[in-house]
């Protein structure tokens, strides 16, 4: 199935995500995949979260994907759409279905994490340079991207490369590592994730993460092995972040958090920093959105939570270090009063 466009230009929005989303089985409560007796149905995938995200912050956003012809293909389009996203480009395949996956409740980092993935064959695994609007993808201020979308197919991780690949006047390409060790059968991660960063404007990679694929050991280990990349971002946890921009470098702790669930935050906090680096916010409160945007996905049970305020926000990410030091976020927090060093947990 080959993509064809309208003949029009696409519209230029604030941010393109181009990866595969799929149906998410959700538990209904805690407890083995064999024990849990019903799910509810969301939506998961990494790069349309921070699209929903940002566009639900206020930022024109599009997600780029391929679908199933089928009905979790309509509730993925309907629902992504229905958070102000453009999915216009999204294509549909009459010959493959969309991705399915069931997970536990708990933290994915945990050993009695579960997670099945029905997701071999997708349609999603389909993208290839002939089979998305390429137009679409590359109309954006940023294109966001993850090492996810790389182990999906050949063809995936041919269009990942095409579309990191050097270009004039390609937009600013953001990348998330985000390395799904489940997905990868073929012991290349290591240099295709690698290889993906270094083409990139602006990576995101959690410490432990650049430990696990790369054996680097700490924030300048990883900065040494990405020296390519305008923005590096060492996610560290609970801790904090530091950031790396040309010759600076700086670390910003995150609020405490009373957590719900420890799913979506890696997303969030990336659309909390892309946010920010949109609207061309200084180093330290892009970080601090990402926290708090990453905050307000660890409160809620899905990968994708309700926003705080834009105005919220800011008045939270001017804090001065001893405010923000203070802060503890817990459930219900983004729709509680807006006393900026009160943040408290209901």
């Known amino acids: 199935m080959t ?8 519209d230029v929005v604030d941010v393109v995500g181009l990866g595969e989303s799929m149906v998410a089985l959700l538990p209904s409560r805690p407890g083995r995949l064999a024990d849990v007796p019903s799910f ?13 995200a940002l566009a639900a912050a206020g930022h024109p956003a599009r997600w780029v994907g391929r679908v199933g ?19 216009g480009s999204v294509r549909r395949d009459p010959e493959r279905p969309t991705g399915v996956y069931f997970r536990t409740a708990g933290d994915r980092a945990g ?10 064959g997708s349609a999603a695994s389909a993208m290839a ?20 979308t790389a182990a999906l197919s050949a063809d995936c991780l041919g269009l990942l490369r095409e ?27 290591p240099r295709v994730l690698l290889e993906l960063a270094r083409g990139a404007d602006l990576v995101f990679v959690g410490e432990d993460e650049a430990a696990d694929v790369w054996g680097l050991d700490g924030v300048d280990a990883v900065r040494a092995a990405l020296p390519g990349p305008e923005v590096l971002v060492v996610k560290q946890g609970a801790r904090g972040a530091t950031v790396f921009e040309r010759e600076r470098v700086l670390y910003v702790p995150a609020p405490r958090v009373d957590v ?7 997303d969030a906090f990336a659309a909390g920093f892309l946010s920010a680096t949109l609207r061309g916010l200084p180093l330290r409160d892009r970080l601090r ?41 817990g459930p219900g927090w983004t729709q509680g009063p807006a006393a900026p060093e009160e943040a408290r947990t209901p």
């Open 3 to 10: 993509a064809t466009g309208s003949g029009n230009a696409p």
């Open 40 to 52: 509810e149905r969301g939506i998961g995938g990494a790069e349309s979260n921070v699209a929903c």
């Open 69 to 87: 012809a089928d009905g979790f293909g309509d509730h993925l389009v309907e629902t992504i759409g229905s958070y102000g996203v453009d999915v």
């Open 111 to 120: 050993d009695d994490h579960e997670v099945a993935y029905y997701r071999a």
């Open 129 to 148: 340079a002939d089979t998305v609007d390429l137009d679409a993808v590359r109309a954006g201020r940023v294109l966001h991207l993850t090492g996810i």
């Open 163 to 189: 579309l990191t690949a050097p270009r004039p006047g390609r937009p600013l390409v953001s990348f998330d590592v985000n390395h799904r060790p489940r997905l990868w059968t073929d012991g290349n991660s």
């Open 260 to 266: 719900v669930a420890a799913v979506g935050a890696g």
């Open 289 to 329: 959105h990402g926290h708090l945007m990453a905050a307000a996905a660890l409160t809620v049970p899905g990968d994708l939570a309700t926003p705080l305020s834009r105005g919220h926000a800011d008045r939270l990410a001017a804090l001065d270090d001893t405010a923000w030091g203070r802060l503890r976020l």
